[in-house]
T-cell receptor, first 113, second 113 residues
């Protein structure tokens, strides 16, 4: 089944404790990205990647890192999480080019205390 | 900066009604527009992708139209069912290399049996 998977689905952590949210797709998509969803602010793009070893900042990249060492994986790294990073996170992927729909993962609900 | 507005914010209808969800966006320089549904606690499910050169796209009981020059898209749901209850999001894709989707706040739909 073609899908985007994320792990963990739920995470409660404390301020300053490094964490990684994994994202993997099995559709051989070139493009992957991360969004966060907050009440009243909608979904906003954090980082995106056009292909292996090619990443760039989205609208809200502060406090996050990403890497794209393999085509299928695009982990989101929070080196020192803070409470304002409490959010619902989504990973998305699509084929390259302008005419393809984006597929989203099931989301990761992160709480930083 | 692209801004997306969805009207109405919430809608409650009896089963069987045909309904229209509206989406407007401020910058017509888009590559395409996607409609998603989001169920509580779950990810985003892509419903329809409509290219900037298209006027309409249909999938089952769903029909999306796009008037790029006026910055509008509508999602028409025919013969609504309780299973259609969800939040519906429209997301035009930016006309640059980021592939970024700009999301509206959504329309929360409740279809009453």
């Amino acid at each position: 089944e073609a899908q985007v998977t994320q792990n963990p689905r739920y995470l409660i952590t404390v301020t300053g404790k490094k964490l990684t949210v994994t994202c993997s797709q099995n559709m051989n998509h070139e493009y992957m990205s991360w969004y966060r969803q907050d009440p009243g602010l909608g979904l906003r793009q954090i980082y995106y990647s056009m292909n292996v070893e090619v990443t760039d900042k989205g609208d809200v990249p502060e406090g996050y890192k990403v890497s794209r060492k393999e085509k299928r994986n695009f982990p989101l790294i929070l080196e020192s999480p803070s409470p304002n990073q409490t959010s619902l996170y989504f990973c998305a992927s699509s084929l390259g080019g302008t005419n393809y729909e984006q597929y989203f993962g099931p989301g990761t609900r992160l709480t930083v205390t | 900066k692209q801004e997306v507005t969805q009207i109405p914010a919430a809608l409650s209808v009896p089963e069987g009604e045909n309904l229209v969800l509206n989406c407007s966006f401020t910058d017509s320089a888009i590559y395409n527009l996607q409609w998603f549904r989001q169920d509580p606690g779950k990810g985003l499910t892509s419903l329809l992708l409509i290219q900037s050169s298209q006027r309409e796209q249909t999938s089952g009981r769903l029909n999306a139209s796009l008037d790029k020059s006026s910055g509008r898209s509508t999602l028409y749901i025919a013969a609504s069912q309780p299973g259609d209850s969800a939040t519906y999001l429209c997301a035009p894709r930016e006309g640059d290399s980021s592939y970024k989707l700009i999301f509206g706040s959504g329309t929360r739909l409740l279809v009453r049996p």
